[in-house]
C-alpha cells in the first residue's frame, strides 16, 4: 500500500513557540490530504482539508490563524501550530488519498506535547 | 455524513472470532462503510471496505445486511496483537477517497491470552 511519514514523530516544545509538522506521501501523489487531531483516549477529529496549491478548509472550531496549512505539492502538507500552548499538545495526524480515489492512507502521527 | 454507532470496547480471548457490529441508521444511497484499525500512537490502518452483502479479504469479512443500516466486521481467530481500535466510518465514494472522514467513537477490542 501507499505510504504516508510524518515528520517529526514526536516533539516537545515550549509555550508560545510554534511548531512544523510535515505530511510526505512517498510512492503516491495526494491531491487531497487531510489533518487530524486525536486528545487521549478520543477519537479522530478531523482539523482541515487541504488540496494542492489551495487554501485549506478548515473545520468548525479550528482557528485557521492558528494552524496554518501549507499544501505546496501533491507529495507534501504542513500544518505548522502558532504560539503553541498546553492546550495544543495532541497527537496530530494526516492522510492523503490517491488522484485514483484508491483509499485514503494515514501517516503514524505525530505526538505534540508542550509545555 | 451518517452517523455511526459502535460498542465502547470489547474483550476477546486469542483464538477467537469477534464481531463488531456498527449501526448506521441515516446511510445514503452513495454511502460507502469502512472499517480502519488504530494501534496506539499510530495512525489508523485501513481493514476493510463495503457497500452491500459480504466482502472478505485476508484480514477480516465485512458482514452487512440489505437495508445497509448496520454492518459487521468480523475478525477470524483473533491474536493479542490484534488489540486495537476499531472504527467504522460511512462516506461517499469507493474508498471514500477525496472525501474527509468522519470518526466516530471506534470500538476497543482487548483480546487476552
Known amino acids: 500500500g501507499a505510504v504516508v511519514s510524518q515528520h517529526p514523530s514526536r516533539v516537545i516544545c515550549k509555550s508560545g513557540t510554534s511548531v512544523k509538522i510535515e505530511c510526505r506521501s512517498l510512492?503516491?501523489?495526494?491531491?487531497?490530504m487531510f489533518w487530524y487531531r486525536q486528545f487521549p483516549k478520543q477519537s479522530l477529529m478531523l482539523m482541515a482539508t487541504?488540496?494542492?496549491?489551495?487554501?485549506?478548509?478548515?473545520e468548525q472550531g479550528v482557528e485557521k490563524d492558528k494552524f496554518l496549512i501549507n499544501h505546496a505539492s501533491l507529495t507534501l502538507s504542513t500544518l505548522t501550530v502558532t504560539s503553541a500552548h498546553p492546550e495544543d499538545s495532541s497527537f496530530y495526524i494526516c492522510?492523503?488519498?490517491?488522484?485514483?480515489?484508491?483509499?485514503?492512507?494515514f501517516g503514524p502521527g505525530t505526538r505534540l506535547t508542550v509545555l | 455524513l451518517a452517523k455511526t454507532t459502535q460498542p465502547v470496547s470489547m474483550d476477546s480471548y486469542e483464538g477467537q472470532e469477534v464481531n463488531i457490529t456498527c449501526s448506521h441508521n441515516n446511510i445514503a444511497t452513495n454511502d460507502y462503510i469502512t472499517w480502519y484499525q488504530q494501534f496506539p500512537s499510530q495512525g489508523p490502518r485501513f481493514i476493510i471496505q463495503g457497500y452491500k452483502t459480504k466482502v472478505t479479504n485476508e484480514v477480516a469479512s465485512l458482514f452487512i445486511p440489505a437495508d445497509r443500516k448496520s454492518s459487521t466486521l468480523s475478525l477470524p481467530r483473533v491474536s493479542l496483537s490484534d488489540t486495537a481500535v476499531y472504527y467504522c466510518?460511512?462516506?461517499?465514494?469507493?474508498?471514500?477517497?477525496?472525501?474527509?472522514?468522519?470518526f466516530g467513537g471506534g470500538t476497543r477490542l482487548m483480546v487476552k491470552p
Open positions: 466510518l460511512v462516506g461517499e465514494g469507493a474508498n471514500n477517497a477525496g472525501n474527509m472522514l468522519t
Open positions: 510512492d503516491f501523489q495526494a491531491t487531497t
Open positions: 492522510s492523503g488519498d490517491s488522484p485514483t480515489g484508491n483509499e485514503q492512507f
Open positions: 487541504s488540496n494542492e496549491g489551495s487554501k485549506a478548509t478548515y
